[in-house]
């Protein structure tokens, strides 16, 4: 925009050149006495009152495109600002994000650093399992078999059952009957 107005007023500047070097011709050949026939001498004055019109009107168009040139000028500063405002707003809103991000990262780090051990080593069907009971259990998913009772749900285990959970080898996951929990057993079970 401001390109094409400096275009302009450059073409405006060289008509007025163009049109004022005609006008000192004109005069120099009516000063000089050359110009000796009345009739040439009128047609010539004719011609430079006809020049001046031209020139005024041209410096007219000059000034209107300055005036053009300095509201573009204008408006382009003020685009400008805006868009460096925006710019660092922008700048303000990613540095924002990629403070969370990396604090929900280090989070996230911290709850699988917690995680990690305890989970380290157990098969994935059977952490998918206490996963699943421990969302539908109340957040307990597993309970110690202690003294022959559930403490899960706290009901009592029934000595026919005992007898089916003793037979069972070790790394043989063991569920409570009423609570569904899985049963961890230890020396403190009563089997
Ligand atoms: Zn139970």
Redesign the pocket.
């Known amino acids: 925009m401001v390109d094409d107005l400096q275009a302009e007023q450059a073409k405006v500047d060289a008509d007025v050149e163009q049109v004022k070097t005609r006008r000192t011709r004109d005069r120099d050949r009516m000063d000089s006495g050359a110009v000796a026939n009345p009739k040439d001498l009128e047609r010539m004055t004719h011609e430079l009152a006809s020049l001046e019109r031209r020139i005024a009107s041209l410096e007219d168009e000059e000034l209107e495109v300055m005036a053009r040139i300095e509201d573009a000028e204008r408006d382009l500063t003020t685009l400008q600002e805006r868009v460096a405002a925006i710019d660092e707003r922008l700048a303000a809103l990613l540095a924002a994000r990629d403070e969370k991000g990396a604090a929900i990262d280090a989070q996230l780090l911290d709850v699988e650093a917690e995680r990690g051990p305890s989970v380290d080593g157990v098969p994935a069907d059977l952490l998918a399992l206490y996963d699943k009971l421990r969302a539908s259990k109340g957040g307990v998913g597993a ?1 110690e078999l202690r003294q022959r009772r ?1 403490t ?2 706290q ?1 009592g285990i029934d000595f026919a059952e005992l007898a089916v959970i003793k037979g069972k080898p070790a790394d043989e996951v063991v569920r ?1 009957e ?2 569904s ?1 899985i049963l961890v057993r230890t020396a403190e079970s009563g089997l």
Do not use: N
Request: aromatic content about 0%; charged content about 20%.
């Open positions: 309970a559930c899960g749900c009901l409570c009423e609570c929990r």
